[in-house]
């Protein structure tokens, strides 16, 4: 089995629970400085830890996949291809965005997705008027 490096979404399924990383390292019967490394990334979730997560969480294990994060990656790396601004956002910068801050590069996809769609608004609307002059 490869090693699970989930510490965003870790620290996201603690934070929305409201719990501190003290409460989670008990809950969990780690130590809160061991929680702290898998939050930063610094240590692999391991298989005992995840059944702890999921049994006492009751979220499937596939979520703290690294799947999701490769899927947000390719779509950054799509949204941004288009972008005058992509060749300043290196490879590296994209997946540290897509795995530590999911949320954030979830916004800037939604972001890209609405400035995609007013584009062809504004297309259309070019199209209409010059077709009318």
């Known amino acids: 089995m490869s090693k699970t490096y989930a510490g965003a979404r870790l620290r996201r399924l603690r934070e929305e629970r409201g719990l501190s990383q003290a409460e989670l390292a008990r809950m969990l ?3 809160p400085s061991y929680l702290n490394q898998m939050e930063h990334d610094s240590r692999p979730l391991t298989v005992p830890v995840l059944l702890r997560l ?3 969480f009751g ?3 596939g979520f703290f996949s690294e799947r999701d994060t490769t ?3 390719a779509d950054l790396r799509e949204a ?3 972008e005058v601004g992509a060749a300043r956002v290196s ?3 994209l997946s540290e965005l897509a795995s530590r801050l999911p949320g954030v590069a979830n916004v800037l996809l939604d972001l890209g ?3 995609q769609a007013l584009a ?3 297309a259309e609307a070019a199209e209409l008027r010059g077709g009318g002059g």
Request: no cysteine.
């Open 29 to 31: 019967a780690i130590s």
């Open 54 to 56: 999921t049994e006492a």
């Open 80 to 82: 941004l291809a288009d």
């Open 120 to 122: 062809g608004r504004l």
């Open 71 to 73: 899927r947000v990656l």
């Open 91 to 93: 490879a590296a910068e």
């Open 59 to 61: 979220v499937d294990p």
């Open 113 to 115: 997705r609405r400035n």
